[in-house]
């Protein structure tokens, strides 16, 4: 198969390629995080754009603000109609109820959108991996793991999702 088209088994090193400053920077958000004895949404979230060779730094009650998740998938009209399937009721008729409930207008508008969200335009970044990210840098707290959350960038205009790596003394 030409290289071009094999698929990277191993997961890049999220931190190569670093610039000497970058290094530092981070050197000094991992003993800053290292230093806090309570959980707060000031912790530090990295952000890596490959494409400007930045690495920046922001708290994570900014991270949905900056880079904001993708919440079509979550909406209640695909939610209700979702629990409706789980729950054994004929798709058919559960579309019915969702239109009945919701109104068709905006069942299609949601089913619409969902559909336009796959489109890879927000990078697999959504509502429920953000959360997932929150939950995951809380429980590290508590469990006393010392590190902080790097999401690398998908590149602009492809279909890479974003890639999160969780970084620690260890890990540079």
């Known amino acids: 198969m030409p290289s071009r088209l094999r698929r990277r088994t191993t997961p890049e090193n999220p931190l190569a390629g ?12 991992l003993a800053e995080r290292r230093a806090a004895t309570e ?22 009650r900014q991270l949905q603000t900056v880079l904001p998740p993708d919440a079509r998938e979550e909406a209640p009209e695909l939610m209700h109609y979702r629990r409706l ?19 068709m207008e905006d069942c299609q508008r949601a089913l619409h959108d969902y559909w336009q969200s796959q489109e890879c335009h927000h990078h697999g970044w959504t509502a429920s991996r953000y959360r997932e990210l929150v939950g995951a840098y809380r429980e ?13 960038l998908a590149r602009t205009g492809s279909c890479e999702s974003h890639q999160l790596h969780w970084i620690s003394d260890s890990s540079s």
């Open 39 to 60: 959980w707060s949404w000031s912790f530090p979230v990295l952000l890596r754009d490959r494409c400007w060779l930045r690495l920046d730094r922001i708290p994570l």
């Open 140 to 152: 590290r707290f508590v469990r006393g793991v010392m590190s902080v959350p790097m999401l690398v």
């Open 18 to 29: 670093l610039t000497e400053a970058q290094a530092l920077g981070l050197q000094a958000v």
């Open 85 to 103: 399937l789980a729950d054994g009721v004929n798709p058919l008729v559960a579309q019915q109820l969702c239109w009945h409930d919701f109104g």
